[in-house]
């Protein structure tokens, strides 16, 4: 068994970095994860709508740690028009990310019609920009939808979209059902798909007991579990890591009883990003698919985005020891006013970062 690993420059393809003192506090951990190149969220408070407010948001993170490459997106809305799309092409953001209104964090201006935005999804097409579907549904009783089939319905919309637009580059975000990974695999090379790490280690036996396992799409069942491992381990390039790393305030993972009485919601994410490629390596390792780690975190996503890996960026990995608290995941994370669980909280990672 190999005892160290070097890979290209990783990048996370979907990761949340916040804004305030969580921003402060969550960014600097992105490298510390061994990520390169960071694909940003622009799920913020209010949402990242125009191109102006996207570059001011990347001088920020640049400002926080400027060894990291910010890749930025926008946030799908009826403010963003198709004469945004070429003014943000021109800026170099690299894409638009859907939200199905309602549905998760920050997601209340989010889309509930996919055919309203077609003259969007064109000039997307037009100018080489890339769109990024959270694929959930609503939950409706009548349907019999609810959040463990969310995914499963969402699939015909995603059908849908790579028809109408055969030159878009389309990424479905963090995939967990084995049905989206068959439909991913079945549409053409300019239709994608990002991984978690979580997902491929949680079912949804592990989230009803662990407001820290809540996130969005939940975790499915272990047939969909498997379907992941799988699609890594098969080697398409169309799979590749996409974090979703999203840190919460510890206080709005765990239920609180409100001032009016009332008992607050559990957030919705699970926090990587400080942990991101030794989890990532333990977790490839433990369903046999290290000799995939190279292509799933550093090479798949960057060939789609068109972001080569930076000279002298190569990550080296080695084994933990077999001391007591090696490899130990040891939570919180404390910034200014803001603290963070990380996921694998108490667990060990059978690999660490060298460099
Ligand atoms: C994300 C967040 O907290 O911003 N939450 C999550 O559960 N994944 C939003 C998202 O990506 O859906
Ligand atoms: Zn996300």
């Given amino acids: 068994m190999s005892e160290e690993i070097v890979i290209p420059s990783p990048a996370d393809f979907h990761v949340h970095v916040r804004q305030g003192k969580m921003c402060e506090l969550v960014t600097p951990q992105v490298a510390k994860g061994g990520v390169r190149t960071a ?16 570059l001011s948001y990347k001088a920020e993170l640049e400002r926080i740690d400027p060894s990291v490459q910010w890749l930025m997106t926008l946030y799908l809305h009826t403010d963003v028009t198709p004469d945004v799309v ?11 990310k859907v939200y199905p209104q309602g549905l998760t964090t920050n997601s209340d201006s989010g ?18 920009m890339v769109l990024n579907l959270h694929g959930e549904v609503s939950s409706d009783a009548e349907k019999n939808i609810s959040v463990l ?5 969402f699939l015909s919309h995603l059908k849908k979209i790579a028809t109408d637009f055969p030159k878009l580059r389309i990424v479905l975000e963090h995939a967990t059902t084995a049905a989206a990974i068959e439909a991913v695999s079945s549409l053409p090379a300019n239709v994608a798909c990002t991984i978690t790490a979580h997902h491929l280690y949680l079912t949804i036996d592990d989230v009803p007991s662990q407001p820290h396992h809540f996130c969005k799409p939940v ?5 969909d579990r498997k379907a992941l491992q799988d699609a890594i381990k098969s080697g398409n390039p169309k799979f590749f890591l996409g974090s979703d790393s ?14 009016d009485g009332s008992v607050s919601a559990c957030a919705a994410g699970v926090y990587t990003s400080p ?4 989890l990532v390596a333990t977790l490839l390792e433990s369903f046999g698919a290290l000799d995939k780690l190279a292509g799933f975190v550093s090479e798949n996503g960057r060939k789609f985005y068109g972001v080569p890996a930076g000279e002298n960026q190569e990550l080296k990995l080695k084994r933990t020891g077999n001391g007591k608290e090696d490899g130990l ?4 994370f404390k910034g200014e006013g803001v603290e963070v669980l990380p996921f694998w909280t108490g667990k060990k990672l059978g690999w660490e970062i060298v460099n």
């Avoid at 089939?149 to 319905?153: D, F, G, K, S």
């Avoid at 942990?275 to 030794?278: K, R, S, T, V």
């Avoid at 995941?329 to 919180?332: D, E, F, H, P």
């Fill in 149 to 153: 089939n969310a995914e499963v319905h």
């Fill in 39 to 54: 694909y940003v969220m622009p799920n913020l408070v209010p949402p990242l709508t125009s191109t102006d407010a996207v």
């Fill in 86 to 96: 070429r003014k943000a092409a021109d800026a170099g953001i690299y894409g638009i």
């Fill in 275 to 278: 942990i991101l490629i030794p």
């Fill in 111 to 128: 889309v509930k019609d996919y055919e309203a935005y077609y003259p969007v999804f064109q000039a997307m097409e037009e100018n080489n």
């Fill in 329 to 332: 995941v040891k939570g919180t």
């Fill in 219 to 223: 975790a499915k069942e272990p047939k």
């Fill in 246 to 259: 999203a840190p919460h305030p510890l206080s709005s993972k765990i239920p609180n009883l409100t001032d």
